[in-house]
Nanobody, 127 residues
Framework: QVQLVESGGGLVQAGASLRLSCKAS????????MGWFRQAPAKEREFVAV????????TYPDSVKGRFTISRDNAKNMVYLQMNSLTPEDTAVYYC????????????????????WGRGTQVTVSS
């Protein structure tokens, strides 16, 4: 069955870096655009980074642009999120998600467009 398993979260100090990983299985990885989303307590889930099926197109919100980088390794069925210069505002549960309906070099940002979700990994940034 479809599985998305996140790893790499943890507790870090402000200014530190973390690299999140997501292992995908149970579907044809290259048929899916992939995304990272996050949800902080009492807040809605928001997109953090998305990447097209080919890996050629990426999109970030202004809040993380220049600090976060999404990438994918289609040979390993993996998607990564490199997070630099972390701030307490980045504290949240981070989720990996897969979208099966996007064309090759197209990405979507609304969470409801994504079909499959992992269980999340906690990222906590202390000040």
């Amino acid at each position: 069955q479809v599985q998305l398993v996140e790893s790499g979260g943890g507790l870090v100090q402000a200014g530190a870096s973390l690299r999140l990983s997501c292992k995908a299985s149970g579907f044809i990885f290259t048929d899916f655009a992939m995304g990272w989303f996050r949800q902080a307590p009492a807040k809605e889930r928001e997109f953090v980074a998305v990447i097209s099926r080919s890996g050629q197109t990426t999109t970030y919100p202004d809040s993380v642009k220049g600090r976060f980088t999404i990438s994918r390794d289609n040979a390993k069925n993996m998607v990564y999120l490199q997070m630099n210069s972390l701030t307490p505002e980045d504290t949240a549960v981070y989720y990996c998600a897969a979208d099966r309906r996007s064309p090759l070099d197209y990405v979507k940002t609304p969470a409801h467009e994504y079909d499959y979700w992992g269980r999340g990994t906690q990222v906590t940034v202390s000040s």
